[in-house]
């Protein structure tokens, strides 16, 4: 009977533990959600200049133009990583120069539509 | 590795895609929420054809689960053994066959897509437990092109916004999981309560 007891008590305990976690985690991803439009994509070695240009609203053009690189024709997919191993250079040193170029196209406060 | 795998697509695209899902499906932990996301940007950007992206992915990850499936049913116990030690812990297979027959096509499907998580258990689950072949494969592939068109999807409309996108859907499976634990806590706690 209290082995009973006892059994009842931690499954009323899981149960309020897996409820406190449902809502934790919407919480937070409302919250995310909220913020989707206005927060800043990072940029990372896996991504190409044309995918960093697409998330920033930049062309990628300026973005070639701003590491020295001449893109491949048609279509450039080399990824930040790939282009930085070709050029000898460390991967973060390439992404603070394309994220330098960024700024700089971006009007102060905001995003370019 | 997430990186590299994340490049390779960028740079090779269905190929790619299709087999780092097929891996995922059988059970090394990759980020193919992530994956698809990317890949539906990049068909917005028009890097990628929409047709081939859900093909590759699809026919990847059906290729997978069909494997963990195999294994489960055919593999023996040695594979079998092999496998759930590589997932995880060990004992946990006979929760998931249970889980597997409680469930049934329903836990297949959403196994798929929305609890990706607990996918190469469920397959490998299902193969042991002996749940029928051609049923396995209706809700695999009915969950896979699912998953696919939804991430796919998502990822094209939020194109310049995928890391922040993957962030909210990683914690609105988290959400949905433990959502899933409290139901059946819940239900559990309510026949008790009812004997007494």
């Given amino acids: 009977m209290a082995d009973?007891?006892?059994?009842?008590?931690a499954i009323a305990l899981a149960f309020l533990l897996a409820i406190?976690?449902?809502l934790l985690f919407a919480s937070r991803a409302s919250r995310q959600a909220h913020h989707l439009r206005t927060a800043n994509?990072?940029?990372h070695g896996w991504m190409s200049i044309p995918f960093i240009a697409h998330t920033h609203h930049?062309?990628?053009?300026?973005l070639f133009a701003a590491i020295g690189v001449e893109p491949r024709q048609p279509h450039d997919h080399r990824s930040v990583r790939h282009i930085a191993h070709e050029l000898n250079r460390p991967v973060p040193e390439l992404i603070a120069q394309l994220q330098k170029a960024i700024d700089a196209a971006q009007p102060p406060g905001g995003k370019p539509k | 590795m997430n990186e590299q795998l994340l490049s390779?697509?960028?740079q090779y695209g269905p190929l790619a895609l299709f087999g780092i899902v097929g891996i995922a499906a059988v059970g090394v932990p990759l980020p193919i929420t992530l994956l698809l996301i990317v890949v539906g940007s990049m068909v917005s950007q028009g890097a990628m054809d929409i047709w081939l992206a859900m093909a590759a992915a699809s026919a990847g990850s059906i290729l997978g689960d069909q494997?963990?499936?195999a294994i489960g049913r055919w593999g023996g116990t040695a594979a079998v053994a092999k496998l759930t030690g590589f997932l995880g812990k060990k004992g946990s297979l006979d929760a998931m066959e249970a889980k597997a027959r409680a469930w049934g096509g329903p836990g297949i499907f959403l196994t798929r897509w929305l609890l990706s998580p607990l996918g190469p258990w469920i397959n490998l689950a299902s193969g042991t437990a002996g749940y029928p072949w051609h049923r396995f494969l209706f809700w695999d592939i009915l969950g896979e092109v699912t998953g696919a068109a939804v991430y796919i999807s998502l990822g094209r409309v939020f194109s310049d916004r995928?890391?922040?996108l993957d962030g909210v859907l990683g914690d609105m499976t988290w959400a949905v999981g433990a959502l899933l634990v409290a139901v059946v806590l819940g239900y559990q706690l309510w026949k008790r309560l009812r004997k007494r």
Avoid at chain 1, 4 to 9: A, D, E, H, Q, V
Wanted: positive net charge.
């Fill in chain 1, 4 to 9: 009973n007891s006892r059994r009842t008590l």
């Fill in chain 1, 20 to 22: 406190a976690g449902a």
């Fill in chain 1, 41 to 43: 994509e990072p940029i």
């Fill in chain 1, 58 to 62: 930049v062309p990628s053009s300026m």
């Fill in chain 2, 8 to 10: 390779l697509v960028t």
């Fill in chain 2, 67 to 69: 494997a963990g499936y």
């Fill in chain 2, 162 to 164: 995928v890391m922040a």
